[in-house]
């Protein structure tokens, strides 16, 4: 039996069998490679693949950037989460667009520029410098290697020299700021005359029909939203915190059992002086340099000043330059060996060369700080804020747990709840959507509680509501009376549309007059033609920013078209009062061009034309790339099931 | 194929190797040789190009602090030793700026022409084109500001910046239905300066 598998096992059929077993050995793990069923994509930007996870990241980002920027107005309600993504996935495929192009173009910062970068990101920085571990563990926890992470760093910095390229080179040649200059500081002769509204009001009866049309036609105006009547139980656990006394034991029994806390460890100021000694030198070397600080060590000792000599010494740049002086140190900042060292001396003293991975330094205390520890009265107060907002904390989730518990369980009242708990039911007047009081009610989240159906509809208390997080308050609440939308009833605005009406007919009547006059004027009248009763205004020349005028007049007056020597323009306008003007311009002085500053290339001006023309250099090179880049936007399942 | 005994399997293997060896290890130096060459080339690109950007940012200093001459020389080292890097374009885009300032108008020019003509992506050209028309403007040189315009006006993008110089150059020649047309054209397609475009507008005389 044996012989014939061993000799079939050499025969053709053997050979099948092991090809077809190692193909499925050699593919294995092949899609990761090829793309094929990974993960899914939620645009591609010229065969860059921006992945659904990282889409999901951004969005969650902006949303949390919304809150922080929106506070209390934040409603999750109200973002619309389609849109968010998609804003979002824009603003990505226009970064990777960037990106890709400094791939493409061969934008490539220096190494020194990205080391720079790091060494100076305040994030990595550890008692004062650049910490190696803190960076590593940083970037572990974003899942990056630093290879990655300097090439990602290394790709944005060369954006930017793009970026700052397109920009900081905008100009402003002299015949645009000159015109720029002209325009701003133009001034114009102008007067004009007021035709006021009340003038043209009428007080005749309005035709019933109007009012009633006025009245369908503008209905939402009339409407008020619907509303409801609560009841609701408020838990807050400042008021929680008012109730709970703390006995002194307590606190002394606190004060206690975290002494550690309240010492102030013993502090040095300290100075030092160091000889390097390179990474890879040799024993002989070490002995070289042991020798140098040896001899300066005398120096000290035979008087001479231990700044002084740290100052031309000392070859730690950061310190040579204060005398050596490292500031005052708490124990077990420094390397061991100089910690050791450090503690160990009396004030004045200086101490044996102490090797570290530096070199070999000689160390001096000028000041010793002994530990000290806070008296109890001192931390009375905070140890009691503490213990109350913890115990206040505490009771809280515990109560805020048996509300929801109980409200949940008889949800056809508040009563039981309010007795167990100890807790006021509280009844609110007609509140809606958009206006309600007191402030707690006032919470979108809260309101959108209260118009649930399961509330609404059919009359159960609501879950337990958390308006806002960290304040650590909670409601709940039932509505107690509902009314739905309703329109006033003509009767009771009856006033307000005729008041209205009147208004826009005076309005029209005015607007119409003006124009009368204002082509009487052109046709070379004086502003007697208005009539005896109007007089014009006459403030001469007026510049952009002149609070002389109404802005109205003012605009209206450099709107107007600029007359022909000795001609004259004339307009009209709608005053925010509603009364018509007619305006007229006389002359027109452009601003001035200072001999003096005109050629220095650095006035406002040219900064405001570099300033928007370069922004919008950048900008408008992005768009161009992006409209040639191919760009493929993936529509997925996923983007309607976030939540 | 079947063998007798284990002997034969090896004696096989050996005149096997005896006849492909040499190929297979040409082969495979070969390919290990172009391997190592391709990574050699792009080191060598990875080191000219953070080379050329440690001389751009040197000349985005210079240019800061005003120093013309040392920008004129760097925007030069640029142009000479590093056309294949996209510093060039960027060195020359940002020394007319330079130039401009210190009065050489023509040098601007001619700086803004060599960026368009080295820019690495016409997105580049096209931002060094519209400084182009407009210094060209601004020296009188009407009709080389017409040409410019008109090969370079054409991506979307720098549609309304375009038009706006467009409208500068109508009211300069005194064609002022056309500088109107221009001026409402960059209003409306959202350019930067709209609202100083509109006080140009408003300016205008009125249509005869």
């Known amino acids: 039996m044996l012989q014939t598998i061993r000799e079939r096992a050499q025969g053709w059929i053997a050979w099948a069998i092991v090809i077809l077993i190692s193909i499925p050995f050699a593919l294995w793990g092949i899609q990761s490679y090829l793309g094929v069923g990974g993960e899914p994509i939620a645009a591609t930007v010229n065969g860059v693949e921006l992945p659904e996870r990282e889409l999901d990241r951004r969005v969650q ?37 960037l990106l890709e192009a400094v791939k493409r173009l061969g934008l490539r910062v220096s190494d020194q520029e990205v080391q720079l970068q790091i060494l100076s990101d305040p994030s990595f920085v550890k008692d004062g410098r650049f910490d190696k571990e803190t960076y590593e563990r940083l970037l572990r926890f974003q899942g990056l290697t630093p290879a990655l992470y300097e090439a990602q760093l290394r790709q944005k910095l060369s954006a930017t020299q793009l970026v700052r390229a397109l920009a900081s080179s905008e100009l402003a040649t002299r015949t645009e700021r000159d015109a720029y200059k002209r325009l701003m500081g133009q001034r114009r002769e102008i007067s004009y005359l007021r035709l006021p509204l009340a003038a043209h009001r009428t007080e005749e009866p309005l035709d019933e029909a109007r009012i009633t049309a006025y009245y369908d036609s503008n209905r939402a105006r009339f409407q008020t939203p619907e509303q409801v009547k609560l009841d609701y139980l408020v838990l807050d656990s400042e008021q929680l915190a ?33 000889l390097k000694v ?13 020798e140098q600080i040896q001899a300066i060590r005398a120096r000290i000792q035979a008087g001479e000043s231990f700044e002084e000599l740290a100052k031309t010494l000392s070859q730690d740049p950061g310190s040579a330059a204060q005398g050596g002086s490292l500031g005052i140190i708490e124990s077990g900042i420094m390397v061991p060996a100089f910690d050791q060292a450090a503690f160990a001396l009396a004030v004045g003293a200086v101490s044996e060369p102490v090797r570290t991975n530096f070199g070999y330094h000689l160390i001096e205390v000028t000041q010793i700080q002994p530990a000290t520890t806070q008296p109890f009265a001192a931390v009375r107060e905070s140890l009691h804020d503490q213990l109350t907002k913890q115990r206040a904390e505490s009771l809280f989730y515990d109560l805020a747990e048996r509300l929801a518990t109980i409200t949940y369980e008889s949800p056809e009242s508040l009563e039981p709840a309010a007795q167990e708990l100890g807790l006021t039911i509280q009844h609110s007047d007609w509140v809606s959507r958009e206006h309600s009081e007191p402030s707690v009610l006032a919470h979108p989240k809260v309101m959108a509680a209260a118009f649930h159906e399961e509330v609404l509809v059919n009359g159960r208390n609501s879950d337990l509501l958390e308006p806002e997080r960290d304040r650590l308050q909670a409601v709940v609440l039932r509505v107690v009376a509902h009314r739905d939308v309703s329109v006033k009833a003509l009767a009771d605005v009856r006033e307000e549309i005729s008041a209205a009406i009147r208004d826009e007919q005076a309005r029209v009547a005015a607007k119409a007059a003006a124009e009368a006059l204002a082509e009487k004027l052109r046709d070379g009248s004086d502003w007697s033609a208005a009539g005896a009763d109007l007089t014009p205004e006459l403030p001469g020349l007026v510049d952009r920013q002149s609070t002389a005028v109404p802005a109205g007049v003012l605009d209206a007056a450099f709107k107007l078209a600029v007359p022909t020597e000795g001609g004259v323009s004339i307009g009209t306008a709608i005053l925010d009062d509603g009364d018509a003007v007619v305006v007229r311009v006389t002359k027109v002085e452009d601003g001035q061009i200072d001999a003096e500053t005109a050629d220095a290339g650095f006035s406002a001006e040219a900064f405001i034309i570099t300033q928007m023309l370069g922004r919008q250099a950048y900008l408008n090179a992005l768009a161009d790339m992006q409209s040639r880049a191919k760009i493929e936007r993936k529509v997925t399942a996923t983007a309607e099931a976030m939540p | 194929m079947s063998y007798e005994t284990d002997d034969e399997k090896v004696e096989a293997i050996k005149t096997w190797w005896k006849q492909n060896g040499l190929s297979i290890l040409a082969g495979a130096l070969v390919g290990l040789g172009g391997i190592w060459g391709w990574r050699l080339w792009l080191n060598y690109q990875d080191s000219t190009a953070m080379h050329a950007s440690t001389v751009f940012e040197q000349l985005m200093l210079d240019a800061g602090d005003h120093k013309t001459d040392a920008v004129t020389q760097q925007a030069a080292t640029l ?19 330079a130039l401009h300032e210190a009065g050489q108008h023509d040098a601007a020019l001619t700086a803004l022409q060599q960026a368009i003509d080295t820019a690495p992506d016409p997105a580049i050209a096209h931002v060094a084109a519209l400084r182009l028309a407009r ?34 150059l109508a009211t300069v020649r005194g064609d002022l239905d056309a500088a109107r047309a221009a001026y409402q054209r960059a209003i409306e397609l959202g350019s930067s300066l709209s609202s100083l475009i509109r006080l140009k507008l408003d300016n205008l005389p009125a249509a005869g």
Do not use: N
Not at chain 1, 247 to 269: H, I, K, N, T
Not at chain 2, 79 to 97: E, I, M, N, R, S
Not at chain 2, 151 to 166: G, H, I, L
């Open chain 1, 278 to 290: 390179e990474d890879g030198a040799d024993a002989a070397a070490a002995q070289a340099v042991l």
């Open chain 2, 135 to 168: 210094l060209q403007l601004a020296a009188q040189q009407l009709d080389a500001a017409a040409k410019t315009l008109a090969q370079y006006d054409v991506s979307p993008a720098f549609a309304a910046e375009f038009a706006a110089v467009r409208g500068d």
């Open chain 1, 61 to 97: 980002e902006a949303r949390l950037d919304l809150r922080e920027r929106l506070g209390a107005d934040y409603d999750p309600a109200t973002v619309d989460d389609q849109q968010l993504r998609a804003e979002v996935l824009d603003t990505l495929i226009q970064e990777t667009v």
């Open chain 2, 79 to 97: 142009h000479d030793d590093f056309a294949a890097t996209p510093y060039a374009a960027l060195g020359a885009l940002v020394a007319a700026k």
């Open chain 1, 242 to 274: 008012a109730k709970i006394e703390v006995s002194e034991d307590e606190l002394r029994q606190l004060y206690a059992s975290d002494q550690a806390r309240f010492v102030q460890p013993e502090r040095r100021a300290v100075r030092h002086l160091l």
